[in-house]
């Protein structure tokens, strides 16, 4: 996370990266937190190969979602994303691996285990859930709409 020391004998001020650890559970929707959207959490495993498994429940969008009214379907999607840190003037980031299922009123997502490949060595790597709500019909004036939740689970 980026912190700013300031200095007020100093007319410049720096920015390093500090305590990665307060980012964890990082709500970006304070509207609309995952816990109160989503009714499941994935689980994440990392085996001897460096490799992350993102493990979900077969899901339905009546039994696991609290949809926003009229919204008819779901894109759920995880981000794996690699920092390294020890990049000489700001971190490196890379999307490393992007999964990604629909659920809708229609059709459930059976339960799937996503795997990525190795991961770099000696970085951070985050990972951020994006759950988007579509709704198929549009509203009175003819636009479509949707609604996010996103959380950050970090190792």
């Not at 390093?16 to 964890?24: F, G, I, N, S, T």
């Not at 460096?50 to 379907?73: A, M, T």
């Not at 994006?130 to 190792?155: E, G, Q, R, V």
């Amino acid at each position: 996370m980026a912190v700013r020391n300031t200095d007020p004998k100093i007319t410049n001020t720096t920015v390093h990266w500090d305590l990665p650890k307060m980012m964890v559970g990082f709500e970006f929707n304070k509207n609309a937190e995952w816990q109160s959207i989503c009714h499941f959490f994935p689980e994440f495993i990392l085996d001897t190969t460096q490799r992350l498994s993102i493990s979900i429940p077969e899901l339905s969008l009546k039994r696991d979602f609290r949809p926003v009214s009229k919204s008819d379907r779901i894109n759920l999607t995880f981000y794996v994303i690699a920092v390294d840190m020890n990049s000489l003037s700001y971190p490196s980031v890379q999307v490393f691996a992007e999964f990604t299922t629909e659920i809708s009123s229609h059709m459930s997502s059976p339960a799937t285990i996503w795997t990525t490949e190795p991961l770099p060595p000696d970085q951070m790597i985050f990972v951020i859930g994006i759950c988007k709500m579509n709704f198929t019909k549009p509203d009175k004036d003819n636009k479509s709409h949707t609604a996010a939740s996103c959380y950050l689970w970090s190792k």
